[in-house]
Nanobody, 115 residues
């Protein structure tokens, strides 16, 4: 059974940083295309950052230069380092694992950026 558990969200002020974690079980992150998505109230879920099948990373334009996706195969965990946070980054952030065997989502973690 594949499970993805996100953590690390919270309430921060503009300009601060957070690091989100996505701990995977039942599958290896190296066997999947891993990504982070977010959904703000009243908006559609959007891709924030994801690894490509070649191992490089893609980012939505609004987070380029501020967010970094990384993975630790030994910990079987994917991270999203978020710096210089803005109020428009407020959303529920989800981890996704995709492979030929299936498409899996975590339960999400809330990130709120507010002064």
């Amino acid at each position: 059974q594949v499970q993805l558990v996100e953590s690390g969200g919270g309430l921060v002020q503009p300009g601060e940083s957070l690091r989100l974690s996505c701990a995977a079980s039942g599958t290896r992150i190296s066997d999947n295309v891993m990504g982070w998505y977010r959904q703000a109230p009243g908006k559609q879920r959007e891709l924030v950052a994801a690894f490509t099948s070649g191992g490089s990373a893609n980012y939505v334009d609004s987070v380029k230069g501020r967010f970094t996706i990384s993975g630790d195969n030994a910990e079987n965990t994917v991270y999203l380092q978020m710096n210089s946070l803005k109020p428009e980054d407020t959303a529920v952030y989800y981890c996704r694992a995709s492979s030929s065997l299936g498409d899996y989502w975590g339960q999400g973690t809330q990130v709120t950026v507010s002064s």
